[in-house]
């Protein structure tokens, strides 16, 4: 049994997000299941300690009575074995936006991220807005180096372009040259995309929020808006 995956676009916390969000918490088990809030993209900056903050401040907004905040801010942390069994507990697990290489690197081969594919092999929800859902992916485009890096392969063949409707089309072209045998996946900020979980894997998704998910194969583009569903493994 596996899980469900959530990818949203970036500024998560606000407006239509409550509707994936809320999907998410009872797919996680509802309003008393585990949230888990990781913040660890943010650390690059030292801004862990607000969005971190924002994360729980939202779920409780929507009705969680049980949220917290997972402090995995560097490769020591990552390797917290407290740390890591509190993720392995938890239903709902969120990864903040912020830095994706940084996010990544902390992330990549520790205990913390094992514990959490121990939770979504469970049946956990992993969500991922903006840096969250783009490492989760097999590839992802590193805006600071200006380069496409290997991502934690979650989802395979894949490559989100995160805050697509301000920032992140402008991407497409170069990606499009660059992984030319990959799906892009586009997504508007304050949207979210939900896997249909377990079963066949990836076979079925819905949009949720504000804005459109975009996704780009060669030169095809399809867009999708608010409560449409598509059938994708991603595959070649």
């Known amino acids: 049994m596996t899980g469900y995956l959530l990818l949203a676009g970036g500024a998560e916390f606000g407006g239509q997000m409550a509707l994936v969000d809320h999907q998410a918490m009872v797919l996680a088990g509802g309003f008393a299941t585990p949230i888990c809030i990781v913040p660890t993209a943010a650390a690059y900056d030292h801004n862990h300690q607000r969005a971190g903050n924002n994360g729980l401040k939202w779920f409780q907004s929507l009705g969680a009575r049980n949220v917290s905040i997972v402090p995995i801010i560097d490769p020591s942390s990552a390797g917290d074995v407290q740390l890591a ?23 990549q081969k520790s205990l913390c991220w094992q514990a959490l594919l121990e939770a979504y092999a469970n049946g956990a ?5 903006s840096a969250g859902a783009m490492v989760l992916c097999q590839y992802y485009f590193d805006p600071t180096h200006k380069q496409v890096r290997e991502g934690l392969n979650v989802l395979s063949n894949c490559c989100v372009l995160p805050h697509h ?25 304050r949207t979210g995309l939900l896997d249909n979980g377990p079963g066949e894997r990836q076979s079925s998704w819905r949009v949720y929020g504000q804005g459109h998910v975009a996704l780009y194969r060669h030169s095809d583009v399809t867009i999708y808006g608010n409560k449409q569903q598509f059938d994708d493994n991603f595959a070649n």
């Open 85 to 107: 069994s509190q993720l392995r507990q938890a239903r709902l697990i969120y990864i903040l936006g912020g830095s994706p290489s940084y996010l990544a690197e902390v992330l």
């Open 165 to 189: 409707n301000t920032f992140g089309h402008t991407w497409s072209q170069r990606l499009l040259r660059e992984l030319p045998e990959v799906t892009l996946i586009g997504i508007d900020e």
């Open 125 to 129: 929800v992993v969500a991922g807005s």
